[in-house]
């Protein structure tokens, strides 16, 4: 069984800094990309960065210069570093699973029937 788990999200002021963990478990694809996703309310789903198997990383325009998505192999970890945080950061932040050359073709569609989704974390960015 495919399990994500996110963590860290939490309420933080405009300009300041939130890191968002998410820990994967039963997933074992070796040519996968994992990423992060947000879904403000009355919005749909969107992407927000993703990174491959081999270390590629892409970035939505909103967040390039102020996001950072990073992996730990070793344990299993996503990370999604974000800095200098808007109120239009605010949403539930999703991470997902794919088979690299599947994940390529949706992105940045939220939507993906053949991803592993984790239940999300809110983010919410006061002003």
């Known amino acids: 069984v495919v399990e994500l788990v996110e963590s860290g999200g939490t309420s933080v002021q405009s300009g300041g800094s939130l890191r968002l963990s998410c820990i994967s478990s039963?997933?074992?694809?070796?040519?996968?990309?994992m990423g992060w996703f947000r879904q403000a309310p009355g919005k749909e789903r969107e992407g927000v960065a993703f990174?491959?198997?081999?270390?590629?990383?892409t970035y939505a325009d909103a967040v390039k210069g102020r996001f950072a998505i990073q992996k730990d192999s070793a344990k299993n970890a996503l990370y999604l570093q974000m800095n200098t945080l808007q109120p239009t950061d605010t949403a539930m932040y999703y991470c997902?699973?794919?088979?690299?050359?599947?994940?390529?073709?949706?992105?940045?569609?939220?939507?993906?029937?053949?991803?592993?989704w984790g239940q999300g974390t809110q983010v919410t960015v006061s002003a």
């Open positions: 039963g997933y074992t694809y070796r040519g996968h990309a």
């Open positions: 997902a699973a794919d088979a690299c050359w599947r994940f390529t073709r949706w992105w940045p569609s939220g939507f993906s029937n053949d991803a592993y």
């Open positions: 990174i491959t198997y081999d270390g590629s990383t």
